[in-house]
């Protein structure tokens, strides 16, 4: 390919170019619908939606397809959310009078077991919400399915923390970070949750 066609408009530097801005732009509208807390799962299932559609499969504009999946979504999204914030709390509440109040290999086992819920239910919102952005399912069943998707498939789980965790990581090194890495994040993490997805999808 000669330097005319690579900086054509369509062609390869212009199109790469153009999907580091969305995937920026998409991951910045993230950070933005995320702090009011309560809008999180929303935000994580409009940026799961946008970049699957209009980065990686060239359909629409980001920002328009954000803004859709969001305002489409917000309900249930919003009560998967408000469910792993709860289970969450409770668990680690439990944990903490384990720790305070136990001791021994009663206690040990115990606080072991919530731990153990507590990545179990992050494992599972890792598969509700780009489930909730690509099937037309009650909050329940999604999060249903996304329970049963962490365990089914364990080694697209631990690739999902893997690459989450490396983010943190990065963030805790460099917080500036943030405001980079969400859209390249979930960018990656839908080459393994899209193949997940696609086994569930109706004929």
């Known amino acids: 390919m000669d330097n005319q066609r690579l900086f ?3 062609g390869s530097y212009t199109g790469i170019m153009g999907k580091i801005f969305d995937l920026l732009l998409v991951g910045i509208l993230w950070i933005i619908c995320c702090l009011p807390v309560i809008t999180i799962g929303a935000s994580t299932t409009a940026l799961y939606y946008s970049v699957v559609k209009s980065v990686k499969r060239g359909n629409g504009y980001a920002f328009r397809e954000f803004c859709h999946a969001f305002r489409i979504n917000f309900v249930p999204a919003t009560g998967i959310w408000a ?3 709860g289970v969450t709390f409770l668990v680690q509440l439990n944990m903490g009078i384990l720790m305070q109040k136990t001791s021994g290999n009663t206690g040990l086992f115990f606080i072991c077991f919530y ?5 179990y ?4 919102a890792c ?3 780009p489930a909730l952005s690509r099937f037309d399912m009650s909050a329940g069943w999604i999060w ?3 329970m049963y998707m962490a365990v089914r498939y364990i080694l697209t789980t631990l690739a ?19 405001f980079f890495t969400p859209g390249p994040a979930v960018f990656i993490i839908s080459d393994f949750m899209e193949r997940v997805l696609e086994k569930h999808m109706p004929e």
């Open 144 to 146: 249903k399915l996304g």
């Open 121 to 124: 239910v992050c494992a599972a």
């Open 127 to 129: 598969y509700a919400f």
């Open 160 to 178: 999902v923390f893997m690459v989450i965790g490396c983010v943190l990581a990065l963030f805790w090194a460099l917080p500036m970070s943030i």
């Open 8 to 10: 054509d408009f369509g």
């Open 115 to 119: 731990y153990l819920v507590s990545v």
């Open 83 to 85: 469910a792993v914030v």
